[in-house]
Antibody, heavy 116, light 109 residues
Framework: EVQLVESGGGLIQPGGSLRLSCAAS????????MNWVRQAPGKGLEWVSV???????YYADPVRGRFTISRDNSKNTLYLQMSSLRAEDTAVYYC??????????WGQGTLVTVSS | QSALTQPASVSGSPGQSITISCTGS?????????VSWHQQHPGKVPKLIIY???NRPSGVSNRFSGSKSGNTASLTISGLQTDDEADYYC??????????FGTGTKVTV
């Protein structure tokens, strides 16, 4: 059974940094494309970033240059390093994966609140 | 990377059919056969209900169907049930190896 468990969220001041983790079980993250998706309170889903099987990474325009996606295959864990955080980054962050260009399996999410 | 356009809300009565549109461009919906749809109940994690335009994951009711014409994809829910009341999001693979979500549609039964 595929399971994704995010952690690392919390309250952070504007301009600060935070690293989110997504521990996977039931499959190998190195064999899948792994994504981060966020959802601001009361708002819609927003794709954030992806890391492909081969290691290529891509980002949404609002986070490019500030966020970095990575993975540790030995720990079967996905990461999202976030820096220069802004109020508009406040959201629940989900990790998600699937067999192709779709997101079938999602974690429960971790809340990031950027506020002074 | 502009969000795909969906109607803010769609409503229907139990047993009826409704259709939700999802409009993008040739750089996303129109350029690839990789449109998917997710259902999200309040406070819950999104659930994949359609992938690759018209395919249903195992366990998803055949009351949900998807299609695409040009730059617009559609999700049809037939035999509307009260449990179908939720938010629905389309998404599409886009150029530059990114994904883009729709603006979301609230379905009221």
């Amino acid at each position: 059974e595929v399971q994704l468990v995010e952690s690392g969220g919390g309250l952070i001041q504007p301009g600060g940094s935070l690293r989110l983790s997504c521990a996977a079980s039931g499959f190998s993250i190195s064999a899948n494309f792994m994504n981060w998706v966020r959802q601001a309170p009361g708002k819609g889903l927003e794709w954030v970033s992806v890391i492909y099987r081969g290691g290529s990474t891509y980002y949404a325009d609002p986070v490019r240059g500030r966020f970095t996606i990575s993975r540790d295959n030995s720990k079967n864990t996905l990461y999202l390093q976030m820096s220069s955080l802004r109020a508009e980054d406040t959201a629940v962050y989900y990790c998600a994966t699937g067999g192709g260009n779709y997101l079938e399996d999602w974690g429960q999410g971790t809340l990031v609140t950027v506020s002074s | 990377q502009s969000a795909l356009t969906q109607p803010a809300s769609v409503s229907g009565s139990p047993g009826q059919s409704i259709t939700i549109s999802c409009t993008g461009s040739s750089r996303d919906v129109g350029g690839y056969a990789y449109v998917s749809w997710h259902q999200q109940h309040p406070g819950k994690v999104p659930k994949l209900i359609i992938y690759d335009v018209s395919n249903r994951p195992s366990g998803v009711s055949n009351r949900f169907s998807g299609s695409k014409s040009g730059n617009t994809a559609s999700l049809t829910i037939s035999g509307l049930q009260t449990d179908d009341e939720a938010d629905y999001y389309c998404s599409s693979y886009a150029s530059s190896s990114t994904l883009v979500f729709g603006t979301g549609t609230k379905v009221t039964v």
